[in-house]
């Protein structure tokens, strides 16, 4: 029988009972601030981990924190069985933001792209569903089905049937499989945890002509790009596209569990009770979303990502060694870099040296700093990667 001082070992404690599906870094996280993180000694962290994509306005934005205790005090469970005015708001807002008619709301991106996919085939009647190579798409059965990567979806074979992938940034095998079997077409605008793949110019486009032209709907997933991350408030308006359903999540509240499925013209009425969630649409949830909004809306904050993922990675390119790196690309502060060697060891020198990172597969280093992030954070985060990185290729000499 194991035993231990729970009231100092809270890392064994949480082992203890964790389900054991996602494996821990050795660090304790206790308290946030902008672009900072703190373990339990104390000790601060420049993060590029962004809450793997959740903390683009950094960790307890100031206008998050308030908007979130002010309506907590006032009303925190609201079903959407009952009108709420935090939310036709929210709803409103997010609405004209993405410049669609409506919006269904549920708590994470996996839900999103359920959601979209069971839209798409109610509005369509077509079973079949064209997802992409490397894309990721959440980890319930049917975004696992759109997901890519043999390892997660092997061990849960049979999935949704009728699910095709196609490679990405490719228009004639897209056009190849596109017959009048399939309901939607699910993609990413830069394939973030498939390694840091942006779409191509043109591609996106090409994408939605044929979709058009054979009666299909669009679906793109910016669960990872959407709320300023590459530079643009959704990254699909930078292509000039018009998606049909709009999968959204984890910047959308600030760090609150929420997601999104905005709703097109092309789409058709959703019968009640053809899909609901409990959680979706809490007041807590969408005053969090307003606030987010807002700041995203009236800062320059989205410019700021663009600008400076921009000098990002033009410094990691002319700096980093070519003996230890492949590739650097993205949008915005959505940024991959591909290491001839595999990116784990990287990653643990890096927290050493109080950077904290993401993976984007076994070789991409990815970062994912809040756009909160000051300069003098940045460029010391950039040069610590650059010394990592070449450290790195000293050592496997
Ligand atoms: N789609 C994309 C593009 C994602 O990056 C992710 C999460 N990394 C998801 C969907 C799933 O989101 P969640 O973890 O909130 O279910």
Avoid at 62 to 69: G, N
Avoid at 194 to 204: C, N, R, S, T
Avoid at 249 to 273: F, N, T, W
Avoid at 369 to 376: F, W
């Amino acid at each position: 029988m194991l035993t231990l001082d729970v009231s100092t070992d809270f890392n064994a404690l949480e082992d203890l009972h964790s389900s054991g599906v996602t494996l821990k870094r050795d660090l304790q996280i206790v308290r946030g601030e902008g672009a900072y993180l703190y373990d339990a000694a104390g000790r601060r962290y420049i993060d590029c981990v962004g809450g793997q994509g959740a903390a683009n306005l950094g960790h307890c934005h100031p206008a998050v924190v308030a908007a979130v205790r002010a309506q907590a005090e006032q009303l925190i469970s609201c079903p959407e069985l009952f009108h709420n005015p935090v939310r036709a708001r929210y709803q409103a807002a997010l609405c004209t933001a993405a410049n669609m008619s409506r919006v269904f709301l549920c708590n994470s991106g996996a839900e999103a792209v359920e959601a979209a996919l069971k839209f798409a085939r109610l509005s369509t009647g077509r079973p079949g569903i064209i997802s992409t190579m490397r894309g990721f798409h959440g980890r319930t059965f049917g975004a696992l089905s759109a997901t890519w990567e043999k390892a997660y979806r092997e061990p849960f074979q049979p999935l949704l049937p009728g699910v095709t992938h196609v490679p990405y940034n490719n228009l004639e095998r897209l056009a190849a499989a596109l017959d009048e079997t399939i309901g939607a077409v699910l993609v990413e605008v830069v394939q973030g945890e498939g390694g840091v793949h942006p779409a191509q110019d043109g591609y996106l486009q090409g994408v939605q002509a044929l979709c058009r032209e054979r009666g299909a709907l669009l679906i793109v997933d910016e669960v990872q790009t959407g709320f300023g991350r590459t530079g643009w408030l959704f990254a699909h308006q930078q292509d000039g596209i018009q998606p049909d359903l709009l999968c959204v999540a984890k910047s959308i509240a600030g760090g609150l569990p929420m997601g999104a499925v905005l709703i097109g013209e092309r789409v058709g009425a959703l019968p009640p009770a053809s899909h609901g969630s409990t959680f979706g649409g809490n007041p807590l949830a969408c005053a969090a979303g307003l606030a987010v909004l807002e700041v995203l809306q009236t800062t320059d904050l989205i410019l700021r990502a663009r600008e400076r993922g921009q000098a990002l990675r033009d410094y990691l390119q002319t700096h980093l060694p070519e003996r230890a790196v492949r590739d650097v690309r993205g949008r915005g502060l959505l940024i991959g870099i591909e290491l001839r060697g595999k990116v784990a060891p990287a990653l643990k020198a890096l927290q050493t040296h109080g950077v904290l990172a993401l993976p984007a597969g076994a070789t991409v280093l990815r970062l994912l700093p809040p756009l909160v992030i000051q300069d003098d954070d940045l460029w010391c985060a950039a040069e610590i990667i650059v010394d990592v990185l070449s450290a790195e290729t000293r050592n496997a000499d």
